[in-house]
């Protein structure tokens, strides 16, 4: 296996336990949309730098339907929301044990304001700042 699929099984399996480790730690809401987001580095790190990719968690107790992910205000990449987005199709994460999942990577620095909702009546929103980051393997080196 080479150093690329090796760096792809590694942060696959990191995705998996960090999905794995918040639908076992949260308790659900009654809420009937998203009751929380929850941004989680993919590797070693501190801060969110541009490049670098994150996981975000969408809690909630809809099962039915999915769940969209945005960058309000900043810009970013959504992994595979942009990649149905691209070909004029929409995509909806699927809703998994009481959670739905994106890949987020930051493009621009500053602040940028990320929600997931399934409803017009919106959801949580997590506001981050994003600096200027190098990705290095499944870690970041913000500066």
Known sequence: MNRIARFRAGVAAAVLAAA?????????????DIGQLTVVPLGAGTGYGTGCTYLLVARTDEWNGGVSFADVGGRGRFLPQDYFYDRKQIYLAPVVNRHAYAL????????????????????????VTVKPGIPIGPACIVR
């Open 20 to 32: 794995a480790a918040i639908s076992v730690a949260e308790t659900p809401t009654a809420s009937a």
């Open 104 to 127: 987020w990577t930051p493009t621009s620095v500053g602040t940028h304001t990320l929600t997931a909702y399934q409803t017009s009546a919106g959801g949580p929103k997590r506001t």
